[in-house]
């Protein structure tokens, strides 16, 4: 199915955000990891059309050609999540986040829970850095991840200890980075966690990667510890922080069967 370039625009936030949407269905919105843009979900989006859903991958401001002011908080994410599926969706949506996306998926459903039928994290975290954060070598490697100055095989060796399971390729994720997302990243750090860790109060299906260098599995398993019911919680193994590129068939096999489960 093809993918459709669109933008969602407030004016009076001064906001205009670039989706690639594909298929037809409900609503599956999908909120990419640091730095990252929509994208990183042309699998997954390929997939979720092809079993009867509409994929509405988002780029956050500063990210692809969407734009708005940069001075951000976790509120004004999950408002512009908010106003991608109630301009573009018909109804509430499910959100999947990964990575980074998944705090955003998390901040929408606490701050705009009309808007949320159901959460899907992937390599869920970010609620806890100050009891996990990442070690300091995998800090200092996620820096060189995205400098394109550098040499390849420099960036490979960080992709692969930042964002890769161990033997996998890291190449695909030499391109597509974006500077302009530094802002979205920011509204993370200055969050009260207290006000969007829960993510709402819906159903939530968090899948963690096994060598998670930034995330590792126990924050996914304390995560569904502390909800509950209200969660399903998956492992998947051979994959690290990145997962879209390295799993993406068990990765979408996990999402596809959560959102047939969903009323």
């Not at 990667?209 to 924050?219: E, G, K, N, R, W």
């Not at 922080?241 to 096999?253: K, R």
Request: glycine fraction near 10%.
């Amino acid at each position: 199915m093809a993918t459709t370039a669109s933008f969602i625009e407030d004016p009076a936030r001064g906001v205009r955000l670039e989706v690639l949407t594909e298929g037809a269905g409900d609503d599956v919105v999908l909120l990419p990891s640091s730095h990252r843009g929509a994208a990183d979900f042309v699998m997954l989006s390929a997939a979720l059309a092809g079993a009867g859903y509409r994929a509405i991958a988002v780029n956050p401001r500063g990210v692809g050609a969407s734009t708005g002011p940069l001075d951000l908080s976790m509120s004004d994410i999950a408002d512009d999540v908010a106003m991608v599926i109630e301009q573009q969706g018909h109804g509430p949506a499910h959100v999947v986040g990964h990575a980074l996306g998944n705090t955003f998926a998390r901040a929408t459903a606490s701050y705009r829970p009309e808007v949320v039928r159901s959460l899907c994290l992937l390599a869920c975290g970010g609620h806890n850095l100050a009891q996990a954060a990442p070690p300091p070598l995998v800090m200092e490697h996620f820096a060189r991840c995205s400098d394109t100055s550098l040499p390849d095989a420099e960036r490979l060796e960080s992709l692969g200890i930042v964002f890769f399971a161990p033997g996998n390729d890291a190449s695909s994720w030499l391109d597509g980075w974006w500077h302009g997302g530094d802002a979205v990243s920011a509204a993370l750090r200055s969050s009260d966690p207290e006000e969007w860790w829960r993510g709402g109060a819906g159903p939530m299906l968090i899948v963690q990667p096994l060598h998670d260098a930034m995330a590792p599995p126990s924050t996914g398993r304390e995560l569904k510890a502390s909800l509950g019911d209200r969660v399903r919680y998956v492992e998947l193994a051979d994959c690290g922080h990145a997962m879209l590129p390295e799993q993406p068939d068990l990765i979408a096999q996990q999402v596809l069967t959560w959102l047939a489960d969903q009323p």
